[in-house]
């Protein structure tokens, strides 16, 4: 949290001469990723609504790029991983209440299932092979975690995980893990948080070319 508060203190000059090399990173973690399969194990679901809970580091992004994801109907920010009690940005910011920055996302799984949710996670929702961090984000509150609301969900997961793993998607190794947690909602200033900012620094850095990987690696599944 420490290097967005100073991000978003940053003059405008400023950030454009980090933008450079952070979005040359980004592209080349994204690239890598292109090459991601589709996941071999898909469990269908004829409900009219289903909930994952994903963990990759700040929400803002993660946030973001899955409101812009078809058949997505509603995605908040918050914690999960951790109590109740301790779900607050300023607690959660201190790396010791267990939580992590997590996003909540209601979907239509007849329009979008949960393997092609967590395909777009793993490509370019997040780095997924960074341990205890994201960018410039440093503590255990951005570790790279995966909430199961059902048993077909920690099946589909699970299996996707050692998919992922077997075929050596990544450079490096997965670092994802599979958790149990109740998803806390973080306060209203961080929902719909790039939407609203489309201008903050660390939006424009770390954020938006999230977006364009989505856009062009998932023509079929964006949405405006």
């Known amino acids: 949290m420490t290097r967005r508060t100073q991000l978003g203190l940053t003059a405008a000059v400023a950030a454009a001469a980090i933008a450079l090399p952070a979005l040359l990173g980004w592209s080349r973690v994204a690239e890598a990723a292109s090459g991601v399969p589709a996941a071999a194990l898909v469990e269908r679901n004829s409900a009219p609504r289903e909930v994952a809970v994903l963990a990759g580091?700040?929400?803002?992004?993660?946030?973001?790029?899955?409101?812009h994801v078809k058949g997505v109907s509603d995605v908040r920010s918050g914690f999960a991983g951790g109590s109740a009690k301790s779900g607050s940005y300023a607690e959660v910011s201190g790396g010791k209440t267990k939580h992590a920055e997590a996003v909540r996302i209601e979907f239509d799984p007849r329009q979008?299932?949960?393997?092609?949710?967590?395909?777009?996670?793993f490509s370019v929702a997040h780095d997924p092979t960074q341990v205890n961090r994201q960018g410039p984000d440093v503590g255990p509150q951005y570790r790279s975690a995966i909430f199961p609301q059902s048993a077909a969900q920690r099946r589909v997961a699970g299996a996707y995980l050692a998919q992922l793993g077997k075929a050596r998607a990544f450079p490096k190794a997965i670092a994802t893990r599979l958790e149990q947690g109740r998803f806390v909602e973080a306060e209203a200033y961080h929902q719909d948080f790039m939407r609203k900012?489309?201008?903050?620094?660390?939006?424009?850095?770390?954020?938006?070319?999230?977006?364009?990987?989505?856009k062009r690696q998932f023509p079929a599944s964006w949405r405006s």
Not at 112 to 121: E, K
Not at 197 to 214: E, G, M, Q, R
């Open 197 to 214: 900012n489309p201008a903050h620094p660390y939006i424009v850095v770390h954020d938006k070319p999230k977006l364009a990987a989505l």
């Open 112 to 121: 979008v299932n949960y393997a092609d949710l967590l395909r777009i996670f």
């Open 57 to 67: 580091g700040c929400f803002w992004g993660v946030e973001a790029v899955f409101e």
